[in-house]
């Protein structure tokens, strides 16, 4: 497997005397798309289950149907996004995308009906899949080349894409907070036209063509990819990491609301959460990349991750109430937040190592779909362990288990040199 290259720029990007990171305008365009597609994205999420139990009078199940299906058609089609931008170039890919995730919010903010809702939905989900993994491994290919001409190491690319991304799911339920006060539609409204504005930009800023990315010719079908063992060990690894990750909408609120006899804290526990993504995301990166390489940083992402599964299993027992029942559950949130830092931008950033030669918007959607396949499932697992009436601290050791084994998963060989 080589390294997609997209030739070199005639002035090479790097780090200014502040240290303060000098990205090519593309870099830039896509890093602000991320922040741009988050928000306009969390300004509706956090309130559509709300939306549609107490406004349109749904049954908990169905709320939760509605909610899966468009996690399905999102997370499950990013693999044939990714072909998509492949064979036709991220352009015409993000602008599709957004052009979709536009009409999904209006619809949306017009649906009265189940199946207007689920249409809605769909759309919503599947206008991702095209633009999310397009974006995804261009910022990936771009990374590659930013390291390849002396900027250092392509790991810190991705981490600023990561605090972007962070920064706008932290703007975005605020936006739609406030927005709310007046009604639903206004929100799915004011999300529609924050991808007005994106697709705007796209449109005039977005490169007609990119130097060294060229359409191909799909060869191969998927054979390639389900044949590359090391490339599905990452996914799997990194499917660890999202089910460990998944447990802050899962198993933390029962937690949260055990020791403190509602869910309130909660909101405090995942504003920390994005708070020490955005302010301490690129510090970390930069320490672990003059220190381990892509395997061991994942590693130890994997690692402070179970850790802090252990360390809510071994308070458990104890059945701690008020302040200091909730000082395990913010010390599980800290150590969780700071794996993914670890984790997160590393296997992005580890693809492109993995992938074929122009096929990297295939196997950057492959990661999301497989590993959302591996949420999926595992989340009905821990689902079924919760409500399985287990002594108190069991749940939470055999989710310590899950990323603890992961790195045992995590492929042996790197690209010759490739830090973290």
Request: aromatic fraction near 8%; hydrophobic fraction near 55%.
């Amino acid at each position: 497997m080589t390294s997609p290259s997209i030739g070199l720029r005639r002035k090479p990007p790097g780090t200014g005397t502040s240290g303060r990171l000098r990205l090519s305008p593309l870099l830039r365009l896509l890093i602000l798309t991320q922040l741009a597609f988050n928000i306009g994205f969390y300004a509706v999420l956090p309130f559509l289950s709300e939306h549609l139990g107490q406004a349109m009078g749904m049954a908990g199940w169905l709320v939760g149907l509605v909610l899966g299906l468009r996690t399905f058609s999102q997370q499950g089609l990013f693999v044939v996004g990714g072909a998509l931008a492949d064979r036709y170039g991220i352009r015409p890919v993000v602008l599709a995308g957004c052009v979709l995730r536009i009409a999904g919010f209006v619809w949306l903010g017009h649906a009265e009906q189940t199946w207007a809702v689920i249409g809605a939905v769909l759309l919503i989900g599947f206008a991702a899949a095209l633009f999310s993994p397009a974006v995804e491994s261009e910022v990936a290919r771009q990374a590659v080349v930013w390291e390849e001409t002396g900027g250092g190491s392509r790991t810190r690319v991705l981490a600023l894409f990561t605090v972007a991304g962070q920064a706008g799911a932290f703007v975005g339920p605020l936006l739609g907070a406030l927005l709310l006060s007046v009604d639903f539609r206004t929100v799915c409204l004011a999300g529609a036209g924050i991808f007005v504005l994106v697709l705007a930009g796209h449109a005039w800023l977005l490169p007609q063509r990119i130097p060294g990315r060229e359409p191909v010719q799909v060869r191969g079908g998927m054979g390639p990819l389900l044949r590359n063992r090391r490339f599905l060990a990452l996914c799997c690894a990194y499917g660890a990491y999202l089910l460990a990750y998944n447990q802050l909408y899962l198993a933390l609120p029962a937690e949260v609301e055990r020791a403190a006899g509602s869910q309130a804290p909660l909101a405090w526990l995942f504003a920390l959460s994005s708070l020490l993504v955005v302010t301490t995301q690129l510090p970390v990166t930069r320490w672990a990349g003059t220190r381990f390489t892509l395997r061991r940083s994942m590693g130890a992402g994997l690692l402070l991750i179970a850790v802090g599964f252990a360390v809510v299993a071994v308070a458990r027992p104890a059945d701690w109430t008020g302040t200091a029942g909730l000082l395990p559950a913010a010390a599980f949130v800290v150590l969780l937040t700071v794996g993914q830092m670890l984790v997160a931008p590393v296997a992005r950033a580890w693809v492109p190592d993995l992938a074929e030669e122009g096929r990297l918007g295939l196997y950057t959607g492959a990661l999301s779909s497989v590993s959302g396949l591996i949420v999926l499932l595992g989340s009905s697992a821990t689902g079924m362990l919760l409500d399985r009436g287990l002594p108190s601290a069991v749940p939470w050791l055999v989710l310590a288990a899950v990323p603890a084994a992961a790195i045992g998963l995590l492929p042996r060989r790197e690209a010759e040199g490739a830090r973290g």
